[in-house]
């Protein structure tokens, strides 16, 4: 009788701690999720406004602001990314691979030009503020419509969408979670290319709504991680 209980403890102890590593994967990926989301809100939120063609464009450029929002969508492409594949490899969901490569090959075709906008823009908005020269700003359009840099980053923009509106997709389906909550995530990559020729306050919302979009799939998959997550079936 004593060797059975003992028995049952010990196959009770490692189902706990074959479930430990799965667990841990997805606060993971939540945290990713979470991170990137509200990252992208300080991208747009920090980001110094104002007229790109005069010296106060240049000053904003040339500011720390300017490189600390940048970098902040950059880590915001990188841990959403991140989290996607987290979500791929999360008991359940069941995401598939085809979405989450397509998100990363969006991103990397991005980064690039987030690189050049961050660290090269910063460079010209300097130059032009010592030498008090506004014309030195017609580089910066130069840059940003270039036909090589201006398609990759179109491209890539274009697959983020089209990878994050797939992700919204397959949440839906798989039953994990609630059924709308990849659809922010998807709408704000899907307005990524407009919410440039916004207003300060309709980029600032942008922003708003992806950092919505990544804390509502973290939390969804943080609470299934705890197994306190509503279960329902798969197209509810």
């Not at 799965?22 to 980001?47: D, E």
């Not at 720390?64 to 959403?80: D, E, R």
């Not at 419509?145 to 949440?171: N, Q, S, Y």
Request: charged share 15%; aromatic share 10%; proline share 6%.
């Amino acid at each position: 009788m004593i060797s059975c209980e003992i028995i049952a403890l010990e196959m009770e102890r490692r189902f706990i701690l074959s479930l430990e590593p799965s667990v841990n994967r997805a606060r993971l990926t939540a945290l990713s999720l979470a991170a990137g989301g509200v990252l992208f809100l300080l991208y747009q939120a920090v980001r110094p406004y104002a007229d790109e063609t005069a010296l106060e464009g240049a000053a904003a450029m040339a500011s720390p602001a300017w490189v600390a929002a940048h970098l902040s969508a950059v880590a915001g492409f990188v841990l959403i990314a991140s989290g996607l594949l987290g979500l791929h490899l999360a008991p359940g969901v069941r995401l598939g691979l085809p979405p989450v490569v397509t998100f990363w090959i969006g991103t990397g075709l991005v980064l690039p030009y987030y690189g050049a906008e961050t660290f090269g823009l910063q460079v010209i908005g300097a130059r032009a503020v010592h030498d008090r020269d506004a014309t030195l700003l017609e580089l910066v359009d130069q840059f940003r419509f270039a036909p090589v840099p201006a398609a990759m980053f179109l491209a890539g923009l274009v697959l983020l969408a089209a990878g994050a509106v797939a992700v919204a997709v397959r949440v839906r389906r798989s039953g994990a979670g609630r059924r709308w909550s990849g659809v922010p995530l998807a709408a704000g990559f899907v307005l990524f290319v407009p919410q440039f020729y916004g207003t300060p306050a309709m980029r600032v919302a942008h922003g708003a709504l992806l950092a919505a979009g990544g804390l509502w799939l973290a939390y969804d998959l943080w609470r299934a991680g705890d197994g306190t997550a509503p279960a329902r079936r798969a197209g509810a």
